[in-house]
């Protein structure tokens, strides 16, 4: 471990910050709430995984903060943007040269009549950066698909086509790359090559990087992955690798729960039925933690086990992430 005591000049703002992120959706007369007061913070140069079940947001977040889409309320800045008080000027400026993005069809991602040096030469044509060739040659070799420079999307492996996607998405040098679903359609081991494109993008390049994924593998291999339930963030599993005495390395994977600046959590659904708590729930301050236990002990203490002799093991408690595995 680093024994530097030279302080950390990070920006006071992060790179992408969300506060308090609602997202209504209205078709027909009903109302869908996409996202619920989310709040994210991630720091300039960092790579983040977005899990969570279908329907959970991670798409609705993606999209506004790719500046295609805005939310209902709250606040939401990438880089310095003020993605709610943005003109359309500004949009098409912040677009073209702040963010990138990798969707998860290869098709959507690419034009299919033009080949790989093409495509990735398209988004420079259209800023009227100098020196496309060269600069799309030199994103091939990084990413690997040299051999794919002079095909079109049907003449190459879909892992070929997510990374020349990657090669797009990088190609006017954003500072923050956002991929969604970007090894969904890909076997695991093409998914992790991809994967591995993604990374070393976000490493030499220090492009700070939001991956949506189902795939525990991405998860697994990243430093931070978000745990998105009901348009909300709520858990984050943070990961290190530390090295014992005898030089023998462990990885260590702890889980969080999010609370936001006024104190909001949400709680497991597991510890909820294991402990009958609902509607209302005791809460004491201990010395060094907070204790929340039912409202009634006794009569929710029978639900709760009734409840949790019939619960499913589905969501993994936070701090025991151990148990998952
Ligand atoms: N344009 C839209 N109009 C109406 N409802 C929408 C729209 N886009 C998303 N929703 C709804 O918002 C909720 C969140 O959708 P979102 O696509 O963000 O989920 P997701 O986490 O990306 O899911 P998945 O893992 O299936 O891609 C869902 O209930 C969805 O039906
Ligand atoms: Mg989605």
Same mark, same amino acid.
């Given at each position: 471990m680093s024994t530097t005591t030279t302080p950390v000049t990070a920006d006071?703002? !992060? $790179?992408i910050h969300c506060e308090d992120m609602v997202r209504i959706f209205s078709t027909e007369g009903v109302e869908v *709430?996409? &996202? *619920? %007061?989310l709040n994210l913070r991630v720091d300039a140069g960092e790579m983040v995984a977005l899990i969570g079940a279908s329907g959970s947001g991670k798409s609705t977040l993606l999209t506004i903060l790719s500046g295609l889409d805005t939310p209902t309320a709250g606040s939401v800045r990438v880089a310095g943007h003020d993605l709610l008080a943005m003109k359309r000027a500004e949009r098409v400026q912040y677009q073209r040269h702040t963010v990138g993005f990798v969707w998860q069809q290869a098709s959507s991602n &690419?034009? !299919?009549? #033009?080949?790989a040096v093409e495509n990735v030469c398209l988004p420079m044509a259209i800023t009227g950066r100098a020196g496309r060739l060269e600069r799309a040659d030199q994103l091939l070799r990084v990413l690997d698909i040299? $051999?794919?420079? =002079?095909?079109t999307p049907a003449q190459m492996s879909g892992g070929e086509q997510q990374r020349a996607a990657i090669a797009v998405a990088i190609a006017n040098s954003p500072t923050v790359i956002l991929a969604d679903? !970007?090894? %969904?359609? #890909? =076997?695991e081991a093409t998914s992790a090559d991809v994967l591995e494109a993604m990374r070393s993008v976000n490493e030499e390049l220090g492009i700070t990087t939001l991956i949506v994924t189902h795939d525990p593998s991405v998860s697994e291999h990243v430093r931070r992955a978000v745990q998105m339930r009901d348009g909300r963030c709520s858990t984050e599993v943070l990961r290190r690798t530390e090295t014992d005495e005898a030089g023998e390395e462990s990885h260590i994977a702890e889980e969080f729960a999010v609370i936001d600046r006024v104190g909001r959590m949400q709680l497991p659904q597991d510890f909820m039925s294991t402990l009958g708590l609902r509607e209302r729930v005791r809460l004491g301050l201990e010395p060094d933690h907070v204790r929340v236990s039912p409202a009634t002990p006794a009569a929710d203490a029978k639900a709760g086990a009734e409840a949790a002799d019939s619960a499913d093991d589905k969501d993994a408690a936070p701090n025991n992430q151990e148990d998952r595995k």
């Open positions: 006071a703002e !992060p $790179h *709430q996409a &996202l *619920q %007061g &690419l034009l !299919p009549y #033009l080949s040299e $051999h794919c420079r =002079d095909r679903e !970007p090894t %969904g359609e #890909l =076997d």
